[in-house]
C-alpha cells in the first residue's frame, strides 16, 4: 500500500511538470504562430486585397492549439491535485483534440506545400501582368512583393525595375525566392506542429497512468 501511493505520488510530480512543460510551450506557439503571421517576412501580403490565405491556414491551427495547450495545462494540474479521474479524463481528451490538430498541421504543412507556393507565385504573376498591362498606374502588390521577398521580376528586372525594391544589389527571381522562402517557413510550422503532437503522446501517456493509478489507491482502500 505504501509502495503505491508513493508510484502514485511520483507519477503525480511528473504530470505537474509535464503541465508546467504545456503551459510553456503553448505561450511559446501562441507567439511563434502571431509572429509568423503579423511579424514575419510575409507580414505585408495579408495587407492585400489578394492575401495567401491558404498560407496561413497551419498558422491559424497552430495559434488555436497553442491556446487549448495553455487551458489544457491548468486542467492538468487541477486533476493532478484533486486526483480527479473525471478531470484527467478531459485533459486526455483535449491532448487527443490537440495531438490531432498539431498532426493535421504537420502534414498540411509537408504535403501541402507545393500548392501554397503555387498559390502565392500565381498571386505574383497576376501581379506582375497587371504592372506591365498599365504601368502607369503601378501596382502596390508587386512593390509588395519585391519588398516582401527581396527580389525583382522573373527572368529579368528591366520591366519592373521601378517597383524593385532600392537597397536590393543584383537580380533575384521572384518565382524562384517565393518558393525558397515558403518552403523554409512551411517547413519550420511542419516540424513544430509534429513536435508539439509528440509532447501531447506524452501528456496522454501520463494521464492514463494517474487515472489508473487513483483508481487502483482507492480500490487498495
Same mark, same amino acid.
Given at each position: 500500500k505504501k509502495r503505491f501511493r508513493g508510484g502514485k505520488k511520483n507519477i503525480k510530480y511528473l504530470q505537474k511538470k509535464i503541465n508546467l512543460l504545456f503551459k510553456l510551450a503553448g505561450s511559446a506557439v501562441i507567439a511563434f504562430g502571431l509572429w509568423?503571421?503579423? *511579424? *514575419?517576412?510575409?507580414? @505585408? $501580403? /495579408? /495587407? @492585400?486585397d489578394k492575401s495567401p490565405e491558404y498560407f496561413y491556414v497551419g498558422l491559424y491551427v497552430l495559434v488555436g492549439a497553442g491556446a487549448l495547450m495553455m487551458a489544457v495545462g491548468f486542467f492538468g494540474c487541477c486533476g493532478a491535485m484533486r486526483e480527479s479521474q473525471c478531470v484527467? *479524463? /478531459?485533459f486526455f481528451t483535449c491532448l487527443l483534440v490537440i495531438f490531432a490538430a498539431e498532426v493535421t498541421t504537420g502534414v498540411f504543412a509537408f504535403i501541402g506545400k507545393g500548392v501554397a507556393i503555387r498559390h502565392v507565385q500565381t498571386m505574383y504573376e497576376e501581379a506582375y501582368n497587371d504592372y506591365l498591362k498599365d504601368r502607369g498606374k503601378g501596382n502596390g502588390t $508587386?512593390?509588395?512583393?519585391?519588398?516582401?521577398?527581396q527580389c525583382c521580376g !522573373? @527572368?529579368?528586372s528591366e520591366q519592373v525595375q521601378p517597383t524593385c525594391p532600392k537597397e536590393l544589389l543584383g537580380h533575384k527571381n521572384c518565382i524562384d525566392e517565393i518558393e525558397t522562402i515558403i518552403?523554409? !517557413?512551411l517547413q519550420l510550422i511542419g516540424i513544430v506542429g509534429i513536435g508539439i503532437a509528440g509532447l501531447t503522446i506524452f501528456g496522454m501517456i501520463f494521464s492514463m497512468v494517474l487515472c489508473c493509478a487513483i483508481r487502483n489507491s482507492r480500490d487498495v482502500i
Open positions: 509568423f503571421r503579423f *511579424g *514575419g517576412a510575409i507580414k @505585408e $501580403l /495579408s /495587407s @492585400e484527467l *479524463g /478531459s $508587386l512593390i509588395t512583393f519585391h519588398s516582401t521577398f !522573373k @527572368e529579368s518552403s523554409v !517557413k
